[in-house]
Nanobody, 131 residues
């Protein structure tokens, strides 16, 4: 049973940086789609970055494009989300999630807009950005 767990959240000043980690177990990153989601109080969960396994199609939401960078380390089976130029509107609980891919016709955009696809979710890590 695949499992993922986030770490690395915390507090930052506006313009600062944080790096989140998503450690995977019971699965290989080469075989799963990975998504990063966030949820602010009172808001719906938002898919901010999703990557397909084989095609390596990487999607970023407009709200984070050019500020956040997703990457992976195969040796440790860990995904990362580098968050730069953080803004107060980035405050929320951040989750990583994994799911077995549907096929080559589905890209990161689709997965980030279909959170129900993912069947392994981490517990979430809080990110708070102050102005």
């Amino acid at each position: 049973q695949p499992q993922v767990a986030e770490s690395g959240g915390g507090a930052a000043q506006s313009g600062g940086s944080l790096r989140l980690s998503c450690a995977a177990s019971g699965m290989s990153m080469d075989h799963y789609v990975i998504g990063w989601f966030r949820q602010a109080p009172g808001n719906e969960r938002e898919g901010i970055s999703c990557e397909t396994n084989r095609e390596r199609h990487l999607y970023y939401a407009e709200s984070v494009k050019a500020r956040f960078t997703a990457s992976r380390d195969r040796a440790s089976n860990t995904w990362f989300l580098q968050m730069d130029n953080l803004q107060p509107e980035d405050t929320g609980t951040y989750y990583c999630a994994a799911g077995f891919p549907l096929g080559a016709n589905y890209d990161g955009n689709y997965y980030c807009h279909t959170s129900s696809f993912f069947d392994a979710w981490g517990q979430g890590t809080q990110v708070t950005v102050s102005s």
